[in-house]
């Protein structure tokens, strides 16, 4: 995402879920993605075919049939400090897309956001961690176009460590990122980092 007037995003504020199931005194966290989900060396894909770029439309419903999300999508804008706002934590299935940059489908890189958990249970990207390189993420826009993605890799990042020019970065072709909470798992500051799945435009219906 480039500094259209705003600047980087400077965090994803989506780590506010305080459920945690006890199995003895392990707790029990969302899946994290395996190395092999990963970017072989530095940005890549594993299929360079791309579908060219639709005009911008607003999104209205995601769809990743690997993981069984099937999601209303709302708009979410900056907070006061840069982060970017989340979708209301008494609903677990519902994504937000960052209303001020780029439409899923449209050319650039569009920011999709969801909780991983809330207080009562997984929410809607919980799986997004066991997310595969080469699964389709669907995303039904306002044109009543859907536009169709692939997925190139899963990647955890702590926070200190997030890569905000490789998240956010201007792409010449249609791309997505889908992010949520993941790493460790503090009782006194939640989670400690984001999942963030890869992924570009292949086809249109």
Partial sequence: ?????KGWLIAIAVCLGVWLVRNGSEPVTPPMPS??????????HHTEAAADPLPPSAPVRLRIPGIRVDAPVMRLGLGPGGALDVPPSGNGNVAGWYKDGTPPGAKGTAI???HVDNARGP?????????KKGRRIEVSR??????????DAVEVYENADFPDRKVYGAADRAELRVITCGGG????SGY?????????????R
């Fill in 112 to 114: 999709v956001a969801g």
């Fill in 192 to 204: 400690q980092g984001n999942v963030v799945a890869y992924a570009h435009l292949i086809g249109v």
């Fill in 1 to 5: 995402m480039t500094a259209q007037g």
């Fill in 35 to 44: 190395a092999a989900e990963a970017f072989a060396a530095g940005p890549g």
């Fill in 185 to 188: 798992f503090s009782e006194k």
């Fill in 142 to 151: 306002r044109d009543g176009r859907t536009a169709v993605f692939t997925v």
């Fill in 123 to 131: 929410a809607v990207f919980y799986d997004l961690g066991t997310l």
